[in-house]
């Protein structure tokens, strides 16, 4: 048996057939990409061992007890076109917990105009696109009439943009627009509004490839593609009760806070995957870990340029919790504009909590305030929280704390596409899964769920192995 990282030993670039039924497969990582593939796998009929360095599953999506309270490490949404996670919320039962809505229907919030007229709405009707979103745009407030007549146009030319052309991923979104017409305020109430918090960067700073991804695939592919689905539940109860759950009924070996601390060829040309007190012999691994854990378990030899892996960048998001002693807000959310508030969440109900309301803030590129004390925080938070929503100022906070992730997603910056590898390494049976791998969209719970999808069928033996024993949307993506 060979040991450490780095190590060529026993012929990395040995040949090692697909993974058959009965072969076994270690999983490294119980993110929704690991629980993703360690599914996929066991459904074709392969024995699977997930092992997850922290005491749950999840990865970045979790809950956690604070009191009587459930908290989300940050408020996660998804959109109706996210096909892969859908399939995953289905897979283990969680779909009614976490349903979209009917249509489309954004408030938007600008502190900027005066009181009594602030509120415009970004919703959709039911005809085709990109006529479904026409009225509403029309009708948008926070734009002048002169630019809802060039978001239009915009529109229509990203429509026209070809995703497969590698030459966007090496310009900015911001520049696009620009050229395209879009005034700093059409970036800031509508573009960014939207690309904020789906790529989790401002246009300026996002790759037009992926811009354009989201924005055709959310808004222009399909009339209903951008209604939003939202957990009413924690995210724990998804994606680690009912995940297990799944991944015990599927016959998955689940091992939690258990780290991987090296992956290596054994003598017999398969792997062995060491962990604290044990070494797994395995036919397949998958590394379904962030970027930087890959890195360094990725033997020597397994990607042409492993160190692509440590320049993709990363980008934070910070949530901020407020409870009051009395309901504040009516929607289930809103964003607003001129405020540093960016989305508010109303999270009551699933958190648990009894007696009066919960919000959470959740702010994307916070670059800027990741590290800022609470004290700060509160003292600028809650005056803003009291000029967008009334109801707070007679309010009693009766709990204030925040959720820091500071390597949230990859920074989704122009040329990240070129740094972001596929499934497939250069050594037989070792594959690659998570957001941040090739999957074309920006680091998503999709994005997790499809690089899943995509790794199992890499281990399989894509096309003809795994053909009629992957997920339909597969197909589909493939
Ligand atoms: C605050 C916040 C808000 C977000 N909002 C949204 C949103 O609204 N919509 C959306 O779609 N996405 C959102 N995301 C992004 C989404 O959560 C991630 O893209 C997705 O969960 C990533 O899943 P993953 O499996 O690829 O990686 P991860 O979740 O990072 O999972 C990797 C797992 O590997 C484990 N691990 C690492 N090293 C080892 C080792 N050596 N041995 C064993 N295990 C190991 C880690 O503990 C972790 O559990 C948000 C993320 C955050 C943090």
Redesign the pocket.
């Known amino acids: 048996m060979t040991q450490g990282n780095g190590t060529r030993e026993g012929g990395v670039l040995a040949d090692v057939s697909a993974l058959g039924p009965g072969g076994h497969a270690v999983v490294?990582?119980?993110?929704?990409?690991?629980?993703?593939t360690a599914l996929a796998l066991a459904d074709a009929g392969v024995r699977v061992t997930l092992?997850?360095?922290?005491p749950?599953?999840?990865?970045?999506?979790?809950s956690f007890q604070r009191g009587d309270l459930t908290v989300?490490?940050?408020?996660?949404?998804?959109l109706r076109c996210?096909t892969a996670?859908r399939w995953f919320l289905d897979r283990i039962g969680g779909a009614a917990l976490a349903p979209v809505q009917n249509r489309l229907d954004v408030p938007v919030v600008d502190l900027a105009r005066p009181e009594g007229n602030r509120l415009g709405r970004l919703r959709r009707d039911a005809l085709p696109v990109p006529l479904h979103l026409g009225r509403s745009l029309a009708a948008y407030p926070h734009l002048s009439l002169a630019e809802r007549a060039s978001v239009g146009r915009a529109a229509l030319a990203l429509k026209g943009l070809d995703l497969a052309d590698p030459a966007l991923d090496t310009q900015d979104f911001g520049s696009w627009l620009t050229a395209h017409g879009q005034s700093a305020r059409a970036v800031e109430a509508l573009w960014d509004l939207v690309g904020v918090?789906?790529l989790?960067a401002v246009a300026g700073d996002a790759s037009l490839g992926l811009a354009a991804m989201v924005f055709k695939t959310g808004l222009l592919s399909d009339p209903g593609a951008a209604d939003i689905g939202?957990a009413r539940v924690p995210l724990g109860e998804l994606?680690d009760r009912l995940a297990r759950k799944a991944l015990d009924s599927a016959g998955v070996r689940t091992e939690v806070r258990?780290?991987?601390?090296s992956v290596s060829v054994n003598e017999n040309g398969g792997w062995s995957v060491q962990?604290p007190g044990e070494t797994l012999e395995a036919d397949a691994v998958v590394l379904?870990?962030?970027q930087r854990?890959?890195y360094?378990?990725l033997p020597d030899g397994a990607l042409d340029a492993p160190d692509d892996l440590l320049r993709i960048g990363t980008a934070p998001?910070?949530?901020i919790h407020v409870v009051y002693d009395r309901k504040v807000l009516a929607a289930p959310f809103l964003t607003a504009l001129g405020t540093p508030v960016q989305w508010v969440f109303d999270r009551t109900e699933a958190s648990g909590l009894k007696e009066g309301q919960y919000l959470a803030l959740?702010q994307?590129t916070a670059q800027n305030e990741i590290d800022e004390p609470v004290a700060a925080l509160r003292e600028r938070y809650l005056p803003e929280l009291e000029r967008l929503l009334p109801r707070t100022r007679g309010a009693e906070v009766k709990d204030f704390f925040v959720?820091r992730?500071r390597?949230?997603?990859f920074a989704p910056a122009p040329g990240v596409g070129r740094l972001r590898p596929g499934a497939r390494t250069k050594a037989p049976g070792l594959y690659l899964?998570?957001?941040?791998?090739a999957t074309g969209w920006?680091?998503?719970?999709?994005?997790?769920v499809r690089?899943?999808v995509g790794a199992a069928a890499a281990a399989l033996g894509t096309p003809g192995r795994s053909r009629g024993l992957l997920p339909d949307f597969f197909e589909e993506a493939a």
């Open positions: 490294v990582g119980g993110g929704l990409a690991g629980v993703t092992l997850e360095g922290r749950r599953l999840g990865g970045l999506a979790f989300d490490n940050g408020q996660h949404v998804y996210c996670y918090a789906t989790n939202w994606h258990t780290r991987v601390t962990v379904a870990v962030p854990e890959a360094d378990l998001i910070l949530n959740s994307s959720t992730e390597t949230a997603t899964a998570g957001a941040w791998t920006p680091a998503t719970m999709e994005s997790a690089s899943g």
